[in-house]
């Protein structure tokens, strides 16, 4: 079965701490893989997209791994902000059927 | 650069009539995706239009269908509402199905809530 699961299910930092956020997925044949911020009331935005052969990609104070061999990714956020407070989505695009499977998202406070 | 745009942003119904929610894809987008988003859950995928034809379809019955007019806007239409089906209804575009790696634009979603 298709499958994305993320950890952990909610996460509370501090303002200027890092966070490590988990993403495990079974779906095949795999597309690539990618990293969605979605704050309350509004739609996702794309933080980064991997292929198979891409282990790490950055953007800004955001910088995914992707492990295809254990079908494991992770999102790294560093010298969080306030603005950072969202829900953060794990999205793995299947090679055929042309379909996107989501992660129930980890919901990440970040509190002053 | 125009964004993906979605109305209405929030629509109450009862249960079994109909809805028909509307998305304008971001300027040059060819393709539309549709999604629906329960509390607290990631998106579904519901399906997917590339050049006016549905190309992709996920876990959703058959009253849940859509067009992609020549311009690429595109409407989701859902039949005999359930109480289940209140969520957030996202629509995504992006540009040629063939690029795998195309990022996906989200619009901010319809609001649904059947009563």
């Known amino acids: 079965k298709n499958q994305v699961e993320q950890s952990p299910q909610s996460l509370i930092i501090l303002e200027g701490k890092n966070c490590t956020l988990q993403?495990?997925?079974?779906?095949?044949?795999?597309?690539?893989l990618r990293w969605y911020k979605q704050d309350t009331g509004r739609g996702p935005v794309s933080l980064t997209i991997?292929?198979?052969?891409?282990n790490t990609k950055s953007n800004g104070r955001y910088t995914a791994t992707l492990d295809a061999d254990t079908k494991q990714s992770s999102l790294h956020i560093t010298a969080s902000q306030l603005s950072d407070s969202a829900s953060y989505i794990c999205?793995?695009?299947?090679?055929?059927?042309?379909?996107?499977?989501f992660g129930t998202g980890t919901s990440l406070t970040v509190i002053p | 650069e125009t964004g993906v745009t979605q109305s209405p942003t929030h629509l109450i119904k009862t249960r079994g009539q109909q809805v028909t929610l509307r998305c304008s894809s971001q300027?040059?987008?060819?393709?539309v995706s549709w999604y629906q988003q329960a509390l607290g859950q990631g998106p579904q995928f519901i399906f997917q239009?590339?050049?006016?034809?549905?190309?992709g379809r996920g876990n959703f019955p058959p009253r849940f269908s859509g067009l992609q007019f020549p311009n690429y806007s595109s409407e989701l239409n859902v039949n005999a509402l359930e109480l289940d089906d209140s969520a957030l209804y996202l629509c995504?575009?992006?540009?040629?199905?063939?690029?795998?790696?195309?990022?996906?634009?989200f619009g901010n979603g319809t609001r649904l809530t059947v009563t």
């Open positions: 995504a575009s992006s540009l040629d199905i063939g690029r795998a790696n195309s990022p996906l634009h």
């Open positions: 993403c495990n997925y079974t779906v095949s044949p795999f597309s690539n």
């Open positions: 991997m292929t198979f052969s891409e």
């Open positions: 999205v793995v695009r299947r090679n055929t059927g042309n379909q996107f499977y």
């Open positions: 300027s040059g987008h060819n393709t």
């Open positions: 239009y590339y050049r006016e034809e549905e190309n």
